[in-house]
């Protein structure tokens, strides 16, 4: 009863002086391992589209396939979960007043979870003992090693996720009554996924490590796909909610507008969180063993995702809209002149939700069933997600380190490292679109992903593939220049930029809002509505391979 | 909660697009026999030599300007590796894979289909247009991934 009775007191002791030292320590950690795997795995990406170009001969000891694969865990995995956790842990601290101290500690603990299992899953692939790419398809056999710093990586995520619920529900019973803050909302959103969606995965990798110990002789190729992609799709939901999140709770803030809505907001996270998991199936389309019409059924799963964006897509511009007219901005576009372009914590998350109006097309295009056909492990995927994780993930990510880390290192954004924010946000931009473009024209030639460099003995079809590749690498060479550059932001912003008090935006609701509705605090049906439509787009499909003979295991790099 | 007058129409054209593209998708599939390839067929993937028809790989005439070539996949390689049939030919592809999971591509066409031990997989194509085709393996398989291709011919 003290307790709840002190909690409001110290919440306004704490807005008084600003972040709590502990935690903005956890979140920098998060961070510099977050933009230290942005810069091994940028590099490692540079060199992939040079070899890819036919313009760079990689090293025996360290092929294609291994920098391919630890490209995809820095980038995939590492940068973009340590970020999120990172990002989500000050949220809490900020919107619910400090992190608890035990909730602080499973930071931690989730923190060296994760450390550990990267180190592991890194060292054996550097060893050249699990060049089997992030997904880890059997019956290529990984070293046993690989497989159980996987789940030192899961279980990293877990305890983060946990260590949230704590501490949200910790606020909700010293808060009868009342709404958790937006971001809250959005981290609890993040997590929930985060811990059914891994769930899959889970029973994948405990069936791989016995398989890969020899204990099993044999494993279930197709359920072991079909487990893997229920985790892999929602991961990139995953960072998308994320990256949303800011553009609903902070940019409204950094433009000097308010909250879209409060009540639609909420929608979006529930919505994405009850539809995605089965999203997984469209990365199956062209896959045996699975029929044409659970592939019909799941081209709806995976469809309706994108309602919750459509809704996203209105709600921005009608706030940038709404901003820009209270500033005076006439005429049909006069509010876009408004907008504040030179401000890179505005800009990089604005070019951030204009990639992903193509990016979002592609998307809707290429699951529809025929068309998925056309594409389907070709470099237009590549493409598709280098515009989706690489632009709108990334820059959003990117655009919040420019606020978010100078206010917890109690440092300011000069005006000088804006204006480079601004040209690493150019240069970023540039390097994509030559890259992102190529890919998506060659794939749809016929190009494959995951492969090194290589003209099928002169075929003239690939041999007309070169001019692309070459485009692809000068975009990798722009986006090279864009993660050293934003690697010395993050890095002065932490360290070296001049003291001083930097806000977390929060954006405030509209005078006129209406009130939240009661029934988006209802997690646990939300959380049951997520099973229902999990069991509803699994458990037949489950069912049709279950039985499938097994494979014995395979090393054949 | 509340709409604005503009989001809802917005939504409502979103969703129609959504469902539109689900009709079309949907028709393509089953009306027009265009679904994705989805071989039900099991396989025991350490047998496939002793299991028919993959027991004797190769191109076969089934009927006029119709063929079947019986393929087996493994890392490097497609069985059979040369492939002749003449222009107008209808050909089924029935494969599965003796190692790891497998891409059968032919750039060019929309011929893509995933080949995992385990599964018999099928996809049809009717190859109008003479010429080499090229045939790729588009699923990372193992080192020497980048040289698994073959080439068909349509003469």
Redesign the interface.
Same mark, same amino acid.
């Given at each position: 009863m003290e307790l709840a009775e002190k909690r409001p007191f110290n919440e306004k002791l704490q807005h008084a002086l600003g972040v709590n030292p502990k935690d903005a320590k956890l979140s920098l950690t998060y961070f510099t391992v977050s933009f230290i795997a942005l810069l091994i795995g940028g590099f490692l990406g540079l060199f992939q589209g040079l070899n890819r170009a036919g313009l760079m001969e990689l090293p025996t000891w360290f092929d294609y396939y291994q920098t391919l694969t630890t490209h995809g865990i820095l980038l995939v995995l590492v940068f973009t979960t340590t970020f999120t956790v990172g990002y989500f842990y000050a949220s809490l601290s900020h919107t619910l007043g400090g992190l608890l101290p035990k909730v602080r500690k499973m930071g931690w603990t989730a923190f060296g979870a994760m450390v550990l299992g990267v180190v592991l899953v890194a060292t054996t692939v550097v060893m050249g003992n699990a060049s089997v790419m992030y997904t880890f398809y059997p019956p290529m056999q990984a070293s046993p090693i690989f497989y159980i710093g996987l789940v030192f990586l899961v279980v990293g995520i877990w305890i983060a996720a946990f260590g949230a619920f704590i501490n949200v529900a910790h606020w909700r019973k010293n808060h009868k009554g009342q709404h958790i803050p937006l971001l809250a909302f959005f981290a609890t959103g993040v997590f929930v996924m985060l811990v059914f969606g891994s769930l899959g995965v889970t029973v994948e990798v405990l069936m791989l490590i016995p398989w890969s110990l020899g204990w099993t002789e044999t494993i279930n190729v197709m359920l072991s796909r079909t487990l893997f992609w229920s985790f892999g799709h929602t991961l990139v939901n995953i960072w998308y909610l994320t990256a949303i999140s800011a553009w609903y709770v902070a940019v409204p803030k950094l433009i000097g507008g308010k909250l879209f809505s409060d009540s639609l907001t909420r929608l979006v996270v529930i919505l994405l969180v009850i539809l995605n998991i089965p999203g997984g199936f469209h990365h199956q389309i062209v896959d045996p063993g699975i029929t044409e019409g659970w592939k019909f059924i799941h081209v709806f799963m995976s469809l309706s995702i994108g309602f919750p964006s459509l809704m996203t897509a209105f709600a921005m511009f009608a706030m940038f809209e709404r901003t820009g007219r209270r500033k005076g901005g006439k005429g049909l576009l006069g509010w876009f002149k408004k907008l504040p372009w030179g401000d890179v914590r505005f800009l990089a998350p604005f070019i951030a939700m204009v990639a992903f109006i193509p990016a979002g097309a592609g998307g809707i295009a290429q699951t529809n069933n025929q068309l998925n056909q056309v594409v389907h492990n070709s470099l237009w995927v590549v493409g598709h997600f280098h515009l989706t994780l690489g632009v709108t993930v990334a820059l959003t990510f990117f655009g919040v380190a420019y606020w978010l880390i100078p206010h917890l290192s109690k440092r300011v954004l000069t005006p000088q490292m804006n204006k480079l924010g601004i040209i690493q946000t150019i240069i970023w931009t540039i390097g994509m679109l030559f890259m992102s473009g190529a890919m998506h024209f060659v794939g749809l030639l016929g190009s494959p992903r995951r492969t090194s460099y290589t003209t099928y003995g002169d075929n003239a079809t690939a041999l007309s593939w070169d001019p692309y590749l070459i485009l692809l690498a000068v975009g990798g060479t722009f986006l090279i220049i864009g993660v050293v550059l934003m690697v010395y932001i993050v890095f002065n912003l932490m360290f070296f930029a001049p003291k001083g008090n930097t806000e977390f935006p929060i954006g405030e609701p509209e005078a006129d809002a209406y009130p939240t509705p009661k029934w988006t605090e209802r997690w646990g049906l939300t959380i049951v509505l997520l099973i229902l439509i999990v069991a509803m787009g699994y458990v037949v499909p489950i069912m049709d391979i279950i039985n499938v003979p097994g494979s014995p295991p395979f090393i054949t790099w | 909660?509340?709409?604005?007058r503009? *989001?809802e129409i917005?939504?409502i054209i979103?969703?129609a697009?959504?469902i539109l593209?689900?009709v079309?998708?949907?028709y393509?599939?089953?009306a027009q026999g265009? !679904?994705?390839?989805?071989?039900?067929e099991?396989?025991?993937?350490?047998k496939v030599s002793e299991t028919a028809p993959f027991d004797n790989p190769g191109v076969f005439e089934v009927g006029e300007n119709k063929y079947e070539v019986v393929m087996t996949l493994q !890392?490097?390689s497609f069985t059979p590796n040369e492939i002749e049939v003449p222009a107008g030919s209808e050909v089924e592809f029935i494969m599965t894979s003796r190692?790891?999971?497998h891409?059968f591509?032919?750039?060019?066409t929309?011929i893509?289909?995933?080949?995992?031990?385990?599964?018999?997989?099928r996809i049809t194509q009717t190859f109008d247009e003479p010429g *080499?085709?090229?045939v790729?393996?588009? *699923?990372?398989?193992?080192?020497?991934?980048?040289?698994m !291709?073959t080439?068909i011919i349509v003469k």
């Open positions: - | 909660m509340k709409l604005h503009a *989001e917005w939504l979103g969703v697009i959504i593209s689900m079309l998708t949907g393509q599939a089953f265009m !679904a994705p390839p989805s071989g039900m099991t396989i025991d993937p350490q !890392a490097f190692d790891v999971v891409g591509q032919v750039a060019g929309n893509n289909a995933m080949v995992t031990p385990g599964h018999v997989q *080499e085709y090229l790729l393996c588009n *699923e990372y398989c193992g080192a020497g991934h980048q040289m !291709a080439t």
